[in-house]
């Protein structure tokens, strides 16, 4: 199975700081159609996943621009550039290229 | 608007069966997949399979195939999942949610709590 490995594990911000998440994938997670299925999902306190970003850097609708995916291959990060409150819970990725799905074992964002 | 609403709690005791439904509106069921995810408390997010909501043809990650089964009542719009002899590992909140041409989960369910204890 495909492992997801994110970084770091927990990260505390203050209020109007840049936040930024690492995951790295233990196979190349470029489809053979060319398409890269890596997800970012925010999930706050007692609440459902909700999508961030699909396709490593396309924003789903209503994500705000402050959120940004970047990366290919293997490695991808979520930038966050400037953190609110509403941005605190914690984060995961996730890969449907390979069989299995899998998640990441997720980033915790909270306030210093 | 589209939704997925989910059955209530569930408190079970171990060896016990338990069905859970993720009941969609706003949108044709048949035209997207549906899939199922576990989160134990305090853990992260475990992806459990899908069910291909046009033919009903179901598939499970390897750590749920067995005594998971997830079906559909396509008439009803709504998908569940089933989980027989149950374990004190199964105590975790199960979602739903809906997935779209590329892959991502667009709309999730508010998750069922089901908990195992005797």
């Known amino acids: 199975d495909v492992v997801l490995t994110q970084t770091p594990v927990s990260l505390s911000v203050t209020l109007g700081d840049q936040a930024s998440i690492s995951c790295r994938s233990s196979q190349s997670l470029e489809y053979s159609d060319g398409y890269t299925y890596l997800e970012w999902y925010l999930q706050k306190p007692g609440q459902s996943p909700q999508l961030l970003i699909y396709?490593?850097?396309n924003r789903f609708s209503g994500v705000p621009d402050r959120f940004i995916g970047s990366g290919s291959g293997t490695d991808f990060t979520l930038k966050i550039s400037r953190v609110e409150p509403e941005d605190l819970g914690v984060y995961y990725c996730f890969q449907a290229t390979h069989d299995p799905d899998t998640f990441g074992a997720g980033t915790k964002l909270e306030l210093k | 608007q589209i939704q997925l609403v989910q059955s209530g709690p569930e408190l079970k005791k171990p060896g016990e069966s338990v069905k859970i439904s993720c009941k969609a509106s706003?949108?044709?069921?048949?035209?997207?997949?549906m899939h199922w995810v576990k989160q134990a408390p305090g853990k992260g997010l475990k992806w459990m399979g899908w069910i291909n909501t046009y033919t009903g043809k179901p598939t499970y990650a390897d750590d749920f195939k067995g005594r998971f089964v997830f079906s559909l009542e396509a008439s009803a719009s709504t998908a569940n999942l089933q989980i027989s002899n149950l374990k004190n590992e199964d105590t975790a909140t199960y979602f739903c949610a809906r997935e779209q041409l590329k892959g991502y989960f667009d709309y999730w369910g508010q998750g069922v709590m089901v908990t195992v204890s005797s």
């Open positions: 396709g490593v850097s």
């Open positions: 706003g949108y044709t069921f048949t035209d997207y997949a």
